[in-house]
């Protein structure tokens, strides 16, 4: 995972940029996205994070009825 950090008064720059990775690489996944804490990203998108422990419990909550 690469990560490319704007600021508030950068989102053309931002927008920009995602473009051109999507444009030049399309075997990638990109994403962007606006949090105020790389915890808040974390929270919001865990399966980037590789963690899948929501996941798991949800599996194994439907699975034990």
């Not at 927008?15 to 962007?32: F, G, W």
């Amino acid at each position: 995972m690469t990560v490319y950090p704007f600021k508030k008064d950068q989102v053309a720059a931002a927008n920009a940029s995602y473009a051109e990775i999507e444009k030049e690489h399309p075997e990638l996944q990109a994403v962007l996205v606006s949090v105020d804490s790389l915890a808040a990203l974390r929270t919001a998108y865990p399966n980037y994070f590789l963690d899948t422990s929501a996941f798991i419990e949800m599996i194994e909550k439907t699975i034990s009825y």
